[in-house]
């Protein structure tokens, strides 16, 4: 049987069937967070069931991230940990914080099934319908219709969120709409970045022949201004040096002036995207971006938050194609040098992985997207400790961290804007109104993943275990406003405090 090419969004190939599911709890997102939501609803007593736009369970982390971002595991409690204690049973650890997508995947399902979560996929979201703030019903392309008490939109991209008339943001603000130093454009930090002056001309030396390919022809904005862009998304790509890889595919469509500026910058005597790649159990990797032109598709997300499900499946090919087209190219263009090649061809994609799409993760890297905009915003302030919030739902602990948003040209020389690396502060607890909306909006609707945050203080906090960390407190919060029949925004902060201390969650 032959892999499928890997998708984003596949059109519906039945016609709508109208069924109507009445729950207390509806979890829209089969992500790390969301799975971690419906496993304290139910714990909590409430009906629940995740409906998920794809096919898998887990997101990221089940999708190539293997090696834990955090920062700091004592911050990391609850459910959350519970996870990766279910993960130490599995490799004979007490805990394991590295491991193999098929692994994460399938501890996820043992603990929805171990908690009777029932799970929908290929839940494509089509409209919401509300009565005064309180979301009534959501429906899905199929004709699915799901009727909750409470809502938790886990997705990354906050599409339940957004069509339920919640505030939101995308890309980033400038630094004078918080009062912060890193967000908006910056420049300052050399990560990632050339070491090198490339020529960027498409003939050497002759501006007029234009650019190369993955440079764009915008101009640099003033430092902390703020814009439209979004950092830059990609696969984390789960490789192995087994006998039995899976060769690196040469995608349709390939396009080898993709990879020009990555040939002169390589000949120039610099190879490095490699150099951020991460052994995992059973000689498999988790390898992400590192170095001025590697797996990030710079300036290639930008319209991915905004985007109908058609849109985002072309941006979702163009990824496909950029990353796969990039090893192909490292691993077999004869104008590379013979230790470039030999380097990565060494490597493939692992049988035993993702195998229904040869061995390449099914989930994009969206490491950013919509931003809710609630009565408490999440900042730099918050991250660094000059501010402290008074009603905590988790913990945060990792870099203010910022891929390149865009590859442009300053006075001529051919540069990566947007990485931002900044950490030292300890952790850092996060608000409880930071994960509701505004009241006046939707009362009935809890945002663990999408949180507000500015964009400089979501690089910090958009870790996986805290998505876990805030799917638990989100389906703890939603369960405790059905029970006292009031609005997210107005349950009983003490009694969810001690709720939460006492189901382990870390809170200072």
């Not at 919640?166 to 420049?187: I, K, M």
């Not at 998304?233 to 595919?249: E, G, H, Q």
Request: hydrophobic share 35%.
């Amino acid at each position: 049987m032959t892999a499928d090419v890997p998708r984003y969004y596949a059109p519906p190939t039945k016609p709508p069937v109208r069924q109507v599911i009445n729950t207390d709890l509806c979890v829209y997102g089969g992500t790390s967070g969301g799975v971690v939501a419906a496993v304290q609803g139910t714990r909590m007593g409430k009906s629940v069931i995740i409906a998920e736009f794809g096919k898998h369970l887990g997101g990221l982390t089940s999708s190539g991230l293997g090696a834990t971002d955090i920062g700091n595991k004592s911050a990391i409690g609850g459910i959350s940990r519970e996870f990766y204690q279910r993960l130490g049973k599995h490799y004979g650890t007490a805990e394991h914080w590295t491991f193999e997508p098929h692994v994460a995947e399938q501890t996820f399902r043992e603990m929805l099934r171990e908690a009777h979560v029932p799970v929908r996929f290929d839940q494509r979201l089509l409209l919401v319908r509300k009565e005064g703030t309180k979301i009534k019903e959501i429906v899905m392309e199929d004709g699915t219709i799901y009727r909750a008490k409470v809502y938790i939109d886990a997705t990354y991209e906050g599409d339940l969120m957004a069509r339920a008339g919640v505030s939101y943001t995308v890309g980033r603000e400038a630094n004078s709409v918080y009062g912060e130093t890193f967000n908006g454009v910056q420049t300052f930090h050399p990560n990632h970045n050339f070491y090198a002056t490339v020529d960027p001309y498409v003939v050497p030396g002759v501006p007029e022949s234009g650019i190369v390919k993955g440079i764009s022809d915008a101009k640099l904005a003033p430092i902390g201004s703020g814009d439209k862009h979004v950092q830059a998304y990609n696969f984390r790509m789960c490789l192995t040096k087994s006998s039995d890889r899976i060769a690196f595919p040469k995608p349709q469509g390939y396009d080898p002036s993709r990879y020009e500026l990555l040939k002169r910058y390589i000949l120039s005597g610099h190879f490095d995207v490699l150099s951020l790649t991460i052994e995992m159990p059973n000689g498999k990797t988790d390898t992400n971006n590192f170095g001025a032109i590697s797996t990030d598709n710079i300036g290639g997300s930008d319209c991915w938050p905004e985007s109908d499900y058609v849109q985002r499946e072309a941006i979702f090919q163009d990824h496909v194609n950029y990353q796969q087209g990039l090893m192909w190219f490292l691993a077999n263009d004869k104008s590379l040098p013979d230790s470039v090649r030999k380097t990565v061809s060494a490597y493939g994609l692992p049988t035993d992985e993702f195998v229904e799409t040869g061995g390449w993760p099914h989930q994009l890297y969206i490491r950013e997207a919509r931003r809710m905009i609630s009565n408490y915003v999440m900042t730099e302030a918050e991250c660094t400790g000059k501010r402290v919030v008074q009603e905590p739902v988790g913990m945060a602990a990792y870099t203010m961290d910022s891929h390149n948003c865009q590859r442009i040209l300053i006075d001529g020389v051919v540069r990566n804007e947007g990485n931002v690396e900044v950490g030292g502060f300890p952790p850092y607890p996060i608000s409880f109104r930071s994960i509701v909306p505004k009241p006046a909006e939707v009362t009935n609707l809890v945002v663990p993943v999408c949180l507000s945050a500015s964009h400089i203080a979501y690089g910090s906090i958009r870790m996986e275990p805290v998505f876990m960390v805030l799917g638990q407190s989100a389906a703890t919060i939603a369960a405790q406003s059905i029970d006292e029949r009031r609005a997210v925004q107005r349950i009983d902060y003490e009694k969810l405090k001690q709720k939460l201390l006492a189901d382990k969650q870390v809170l200072k």
